[in-house]
């Protein structure tokens, strides 16, 4: 596809209920980011790829976070025993690599009851 | 610790007019800084960047100025329509770096 695919729009969850959210990125794009994005604020930084490593993670919020790219293109975001807190958009961003414009899914707002 | 703020949370100007969107940065390593403009229930999409070697960067009806000694640059619309009514949110990093710190966004609204 021409832009960042998200997927689900829309996940609502139990309390204590896994989820994973998952993000495609431009295809060729070696960097891709996870953010979050609480309700007003702006997107909060999350975790890094480039290619399949994971070079930063050190936005995300507790060990219940993990994310995935395991062949350097579709990534995963896991969240274990998701709790109310949780509850945001959660953006997808990729770009060519280094100081690039990051082009940005349109998200996966979560919600936990 | 907020790195980068936008202290106005919500704008409105009159179709035609000048929209100014104002941000401040704390640190002053960012030497790369980007204007994001996000529709509802959409990504942010990409406007405008500016890198530290310039003061002023335009791109037709978007202009931003960056001023290095106060930390504070600013995204000038000309003229103001009402399809750039959004939320506006700029962005900082380092070069070297792939980190950017987003702004809590400022909510613009053009009336017609």
């Known amino acids: 596809g021409a832009g960042v695919s998200q997927s689900p729009r829309y996940k609502v969850a139990k309390r204590g209920q896994d989820v994973a959210l998952r993000c495609d990125p431009i295809s060729g794009h070696v960097s891709l980011f996870w953010y979050q994005q609480a309700l007003g604020q702006g997107p909060e930084f999350l975790t890094y790829?480039?290619?399949?490593?994971?070079?930063?993670k050190s936005g995300l919020p507790s060990d219940r976070f993990f994310a995935e790219r395991p062949e350097g293109s579709v990534s995963t975001l896991k969240i274990q025993r998701t709790q109310q807190e949780d509850s945001a958009v959660y953006l997808c961003?990729?770009?060519?690599?280094?100081?690039?414009?990051?082009?940005f899914g349109s998200g996966t707002q979560l919600s936990v009851l | 610790d907020q790195q980068v703020k936008q202290n106005s949370p919500s704008l409105s100007v009159q179709e035609g007019r000048i929209s100014i969107l104002n941000c401040d940065y704390t640190?002053?390593?960012?030497?790369?800084f980007l204007w994001y403009k996000k529709y509802p229930a959409e990504g942010p999409t990409f406007l405008i960047s500016i890198s530290s070697i310039k003061d002023k960067n335009e791109d037709g009806r978007f202009t931003v100025f960056l001023n290095k000694s106060a930390k504070h640059l600013s995204l000038h619309i000309v003229p103001s329509q009402p399809g750039d009514s959004a939320v506006y949110f700029c962005a900082a990093a380092t070069s070297g770096t792939y980190k950017y710190i987003f702004g809590t966004g400022t909510r613009l609204k053009v009336l017609a």
């Open positions: 961003a990729s770009s060519r690599g280094g100081l690039e414009k990051l082009f």
């Open positions: 790829f480039q290619n399949e490593a994971q070079l930063d």
């Open positions: 640190n002053s390593m960012f030497d790369y």
